[in-house]
């Protein structure tokens, strides 16, 4: 069994957009990714960026997995296989959307403080907090401590529908704008982590998550939330893993955008498969997703599941811990 510094590893699903990796991510993180082990899923790349991936992820010390894949959980599943297979004794695999990076020298070793500190047998996503300004990261990182930081740059934490109050003003559809409490917490319990930034429960994926190729880009990462919380594990949401998503940093960097993702919107094919699925649509468009989630969830739903819980829960009740029955544990 080969051990790893850390009990996690990184892994990047990548289609044509491999120069993202040197020119944004590694640019300008603030965590050294050499100090971890990372591993990247071709997705479908053309012959040509394919190449041109191999010499970048080999100039960078990312390791290519062999197996390709069409869609994200597709991706990670070849993931996990490429870790089962070399026998890597890591249990967690940290995905990174391509313009999104650790905005804290910390970020390894507080990713896996969290790691030592909850029971992995419950826990399916650990979600990070994400700043969508560069600048705004920025400032957010002079302040003193991670409540400070997350007042001033006004992080997205992760994504819901279902509880009461988070389809309204401030929350739009996401744990932003939080009371205060949620930012004074170790980490606390949400619906779905917000997907540019979460990491997955190996033992756990291979027991519960089937991959679902029919989610291509869109959704794909509150589908694993949702197939996790239908098997009563929970997900949760750290403050301090303080990540940026700035879509003004690809400037420059020649990627093949066109290839990317599946056309977006509020009817695209993914969310209308989560609407086959789960019962209700995505999107902050949708402010009757509440209605169509209670007419179906005896059908769709088990016993077991913690949808159910959520619907009847509302965020200004503040943050729970992983047993969803206590105030979440204080930084």
């Given amino acids: 069994m080969k051990k790893a510094n850390y009990n996690f590893c990184v892994v990047w699903l990548t289609k044509d957009y491999y120069p993202m990796l040197d020119g944004c991510v590694y640019k300008h993180s603030r965590s050294n990714f050499k100090d971890v082990m990372v591993i990247n899923v071709d997705m479908g790349s053309t012959k040509e960026n394919f190449q041109e991936g191999k010499k970048i992820c080999d100039e960078l010390g990312i390791k290519m997995v062999k197996k390709s894949a069409k869609t994200q959980q597709e991706g990670i599943k070849v993931a996990e296989e490429y870790l089962t297979e070399l026998d890597i004794d890591v249990n967690w695999m940290i995905c990174f959307q391509h313009d999104v990076f650790p905005m804290t020298n910390t970020f390894w070793d507080d990713l896996q403080n969290v790691i030592n500190s909850i029971d ?3 826990v399916g996503l650990i979600g990070g907090n994400c700043i969508m300004n560069y600048g705004g990261a920025q400032k957010a990182m002079e302040a003193d401590n991670p409540f400070d930081s997350c007042k001033i740059g006004k992080p997205k934490t992760g994504r819901g529908m279902l509880p009461y109050d988070i389809l309204k003003d401030p929350f739009w559809g996401w744990y932003k704008n939080l009371p205060d409490d949620y930012y004074k917490s170790k980490y606390f319990a949400v619906e779905s982590p917000y997907w ?16 679902d190729s029919k989610f291509i880009f869109e959704l794909w990462g509150d589908d694993l939330a949702y197939q996790f919380l239908s098997n009563g594990i929970v997900n949760i949401a750290v403050p301090n893993l303080f990540v940026c998503h700035d879509h003004k940093l690809k400037k420059g960097i020649k990627i093949n955008a066109g290839k990317l993702i599946e056309e977006r919107g509020d009817f695209c094919s993914s969310q209308m498969h989560f609407q086959r699925k789960w019962g209700f649509r995505w999107g902050i468009r949708n402010p009757d997703a509440r209605k169509p989630f209670l007419e179906n969830q005896n059908e769709v739903y088990s016993d077991k599941s913690l949808q159910s819980f959520f619907y009847n829960l509302k965020i200004n009740d503040g943050p729970l811990d992983i047993d969803l029955k206590s105030e979440a544990p204080s930084l």
Avoid: G, M, Q, V
């Fill in 120 to 122: 992995e047998d419950k």
């Fill in 196 to 211: 540019t930034c979460f990491t997955i429960n190996r033992k756990l994926f291979k027991k519960y998550i089937n991959a």
